[in-house]
């Protein structure tokens, strides 16, 4: 394989990371918008909301990075040691962290840890499912005060790292 077809997929990767991670951007705006007194929903659906905008957002920042079949188009995933997406910016970097592991954890699936509790459960077991005391999203969800900035700072490390790549691929092919 070229080095040039190794640019390319790359390049194609983050041109789609970006367009996800302003996706993310967006959808953490609302979020953070809809949480404010003035754009509340209706109280019966302000937290089916709030929760499905603070999961997509998730989705939508976590897509980059975990590893997706591309067809050969582009690389399954982005690496972000590979790009140096956090150097310098540790915070950033737990912050990313989170995202994923709340992602792959609870958005993205049950695991059993985040999403039920037998607290209050008596020692002899549950009686049935319904004893089962369920995990809210929402109180994980309302932990990232950091998603826009986390967002951004992604959206502002991808976009000159794509006009790099394209100058490369540009430079090689002349």
């Known amino acids: 394989m070229s080095d040039k077809e190794s640019l390319r997929r790359l390049a194609?990767?983050?041109?789609?990371?970006?367009?996800?991670?302003?996706?993310?951007?967006?959808?953490?705006?609302?979020?953070?918008?809809?949480?404010?007194?003035?754009a509340r929903p209706a109280a019966i659906y302000?937290?089916?909301?709030?929760?499905?905008?603070?999961?997509?957002?998730?989705?939508?920042?976590?897509?980059?990075?975990?590893?997706?079949?591309?067809?050969?188009?582009?690389?399954?995933?982005?690496?972000?040691?590979?790009?140096?997406?956090?150097?310098?910016?540790?915070?950033?970097?737990?912050?990313?962290d989170l995202v994923i592991q709340l992602r792959d954890e609870v958005v993205a699936h049950s695991d059993w840890k985040h999403r039920f509790s037998l607290e209050g459960v008596p020692e002899r077991g549950a009686e049935s499912v319904r004893d089962l005391v369920v995990f809210d999203t929402r109180r994980v969800l309302t932990n990232f005060h950091s998603l826009i900035d986390l967002t951004q700072h992604v959206q502002a490390q991808l976009v000159p790292l794509l006009m790099s790549l394209e100058r490369k691929i540009r430079d090689q092919s002349n």
């Open 12 to 38: 194609n990767r983050v041109h789609v990371a970006i367009h996800d991670i302003q996706q993310a951007v967006r959808l953490a705006k609302t979020f953070k918008a809809m949480r404010s007194v003035a």
């Open 46 to 96: 302000a937290d089916e909301v709030d929760s499905a905008l603070g999961m997509a957002a998730v989705v939508s920042y976590a897509r980059p990075f975990v590893t997706s079949w591309s067809d050969g188009c582009a690389d399954k995933c982005l690496k972000p040691k590979d790009i140096q997406l956090f150097d310098g910016h540790p915070q950033h970097q737990a912050e990313h």
